[in-house]
């Protein structure tokens, strides 16, 4: 049996982590953030989104190397993934996710992203 988590707080948490800091800042901006637990209970992960009317940012953290960050538009704006990047670390994706402009913006990501057979984050 496992035992119960213990709250850590934020001052806590990014003593021990500095690299969380980047979740502290989008979670303050309206991100929401769930976990990703396997068939046994056991935490894998933590996804994150924050969607707005044109669009829905993603992030997939699975540890300190593996995150991935996605932007998908809605369908009503042409609908499909117009960007991602899995490679990186935490900082570095989240900084770039944010860094995106706003659909319709000058240099907004807007070819959507053809799928493959099999894609799993």
Known sequence: MNAPITPVSTEETLRR????????TV???GWFFR??????????????SYSR???TDALW????????????????????????K??????EVVQ???ALPEPGQ????????????LWTP
């Open 17 to 24: 982590y500095p690299e969380l800091h980047e979740l502290v």
């Open 27 to 29: 979670r303050e901006a």
């Open 35 to 48: 976990p990703i637990m396997s068939e046994h209970a056991e935490l894998e992960g933590i996804v994150g």
């Open 53 to 55: 009317a044109q669009y």
């Open 61 to 84: 953290i699975y540890d300190r190397s593996k995150v991935i960050g996605i932007r998908v538009l809605d369908e009503r704006y042409g609908g499909g993934t117009v960007w991602v």
């Open 86 to 91: 899995d490679s990186g670390d935490l900082q």
């Open 96 to 98: 770039e996710l944010l």
């Open 106 to 117: 000058r240099l907004a990501p807007h070819l959507v992203i053809a799928p493959t057979q």
